[in-house]
């Protein structure tokens, strides 16, 4: 009883928190536009996102009203909020985004980039036109992409081949297809699975023994402090979206949306890039402070033809993906990888 009444109280605060957030902020520029993201206060992320809210207020009438993601919960509850409409926008990564819509689990497809180069494109040539194709007929507008990192294994223990993660306790995000489905695939080989939204994996750090992100939210998270090996091939090309309700857009005059996607999308590139060299200067950090030590995968080939066979089939099946936006995504990469080799 005393935990129910607690939990009532919690929400009952963080939605008086939500409307004093957006009540005092509401004093000022013509049109106010909710947005929510999991970034820290004081992470790299925040700041650029302040940095763009800022930008947005002096050209326009807009003013972003930022609200921390702990209001909500966790990413699945930001999203949740965005198609309950109690916020205008989200930034949000996969996790969230197909929330939204499903189709943007295409994002997810592990091993499908191997090198900033082929990130790059894809992020800026492939897939916004067609995200934005299959977004005509939904409620919402993609403002743009953003490059988290690659993500890589963290460990308590150096692994080499697919048997060390035998008897390992594994960090699952729940409700992510990817990690579930990476967690399916290497409970054969004996990993436990420890469930956990992003704001407690610090605090159940010590019972986990692998957890897997990008470089730079592995230390913004705190996590770091408790594994010691970082495995070198990386699994997915991380990104996340600036997502906007386009009922909320249509409040604006046409010029003044074209100029708030247009510093959406600039800022959304620049972000991209410091986040880049902040995952490099992280890797440094904890190989040169923290006494990290960089892993070879053996097993690399082995696990990278476990996943793909199974995950990237579940994406289609699992979450109705158009087998267009698949295949023009793998042919895309290919096309690109060969014309680079040449």
Request: positive net charge; hydrophobic residues 40%; proline residues 4%.
């Amino acid at each position: 009883m005393v935990i129910l009444n607690l939990k009532k109280m919690y929400s009952i605060f963080s939605h008086a928190v939500l409307i004093n957030l957006i009540s005092i902020a509401s004093a000022g520029a013509n049109i106010k536009i909710s947005c929510s993201s999991i970034a820290p206060k004081g992470s790299l992320f925040e700041k650029i996102l302040q940095e763009a809210s800022s930008r947005i207020k002096q050209e326009t009438e807009v003013e972003i009203v930022w609200i921390p993601g702990q209001v909500f919960g966790d990413e699945i509850d930001i999203a949740r909020a965005l198609k309950e409409k109690k916020i205008d926008c989200a930034v949000l990564t996969v996790n969230g985004l197909r929330i939204i819509i499903p189709y943007f689990s295409i994002l997810d497809m592990p091993y499908l980039v191997k090198n900033y180069e082929e990130g790059d494109f894809i992020r800026k040539e492939v897939l916004p036109p067609l995200l934005s194709k299959l977004l005509e007929n939904e409620e919402y507008i993609l403002g743009g992409l953003i490059e988290i990192g690659f993500v890589h294994f963290y460990s308590k223990y150096p692994l080499r081949k697919i048997q060390d993660f035998q008897g390992k306790s594994f960090w699952a995000w729940p409700k992510n297809i990817i990690q579930e489905g990476t967690f399916k695939q290497l409970k054969k080989f004996g990993v436990k699975p420890v469930y956990a939204n992003i704001w407690d994996v610090e605090k159940l750090s010590p019972n986990i023994d692998i957890v897997w992100g990008p470089h730079y939210a592995v230390l913004i998270y705190g996590w770091y402090k408790y594994f010691q090996f970082i495995i070198d091939e990386p699994l997915i090309y991380f990104m996340a979206g600036v997502v906007i309700r386009k009922d909320t857009m249509k409040k604006l005059s046409k010029e003044t949306q074209e100029k708030v996607i247009n510093i959406i999308r600039d800022f959304s590139n620049k972000a991209s890039y410091l986040i880049r060299k902040e995952n490099e200067r992280t890797e440094s950090y904890l190989l040169s402070n923290h006494k990290y030590q960089k892993i070879s995968f053996e097993d690399s080939e082995n696990l990278e033809k476990i996943l793909k066979d199974d995950l990237w089939q579940e994406l289609k099946s699992k979450y109705s993906l158009p087998e267009w936006l698949f295949l023009s995504l793998v042919k895309e990469v290919i096309k690109f990888r060969l014309n680079i080799k040449k």
